[in-house]
């Protein structure tokens, strides 16, 4: 296809078809966890345990921070997925306002913020599908406890149907360049 510009033609050489996805917004596996610091026996892989139990003592089900400050939990995904949304379960026996301001990012992609509302305890965070295998939620001025972490999107099927293509005149840096631009992973 070629387009006319005032002294200039225009040649789309391609049209680039990049990652499809699997099904409909699906849950999807965090396979493992892990966290900044541990405090009160809370480690990392209680929060994808599938116990939404908010109870901290009794379910025995919530990740704990050790510190108030700089705290992070991070899990990781079976494979790379379009992430929709990630869904929260607070802690419900106390502390629960400790969730407010908890940041959530697929890769280095921020996704969004949590507002703390009284008696709210599952809170969903919106990722229009960003792409990557890890689910990040940081917690920079408070304890972070999270109780359990729910991931849901699609499974990335044909990562190779990022396109391969030959231009001869495009170094292969400048092509992988343009590939990372078209078709983006957040790790």
Not at 104 to 131: L, S
């Amino acid at each position: 296809m070629k387009a006319f510009l005032p002294f200039y033609f225009l040649t789309i050489a391609a049209v680039l078809y990049c990652c499809t996805a699997q099904t409909a917004t699906s849950p999807l596996r965090l396979i493992s966890a892990t966290q900044s610091s541990i405090g009160w026996f809370g480690a990392p892989g209680r929060a994808i345990d599938g116990n939404t139990d908010g109870h901290y003592y009794n379910g025995k089900s919530c990740m704990h921070s050790q510190w108030a400050r700089n705290n992070w939990w991070m899990g990781t995904l079976a494979q790379d997925s379009a992430v929709s949304k990630v869904v929260i379960y607070n802690r419900v026996d106390s502390c629960t306002e400790r969730i407010d301001g908890i940041e959530v990012y697929v890769g280095n992609v921020y996704c969004g913020k949590i507002t703390y509302k009284p008696n709210q305890v599952v809170y969903e965070v919106e990722c229009r599908n960003a792409v990557g295998r890890s689910i990040k939620v940081v917690q920079n001025g408070q304890y972070l406890t999270l109780c359990e972490v729910k991931v849901f999107g699609d499974t990335i099927t044909n990562q190779d149907s990022c396109p391969s293509f030959e231009w001869p005149w495009l170094s292969k840096s400048n092509r992988d360049t343009l590939l990372n631009h078209m078709c983006p992973r957040s790790y």
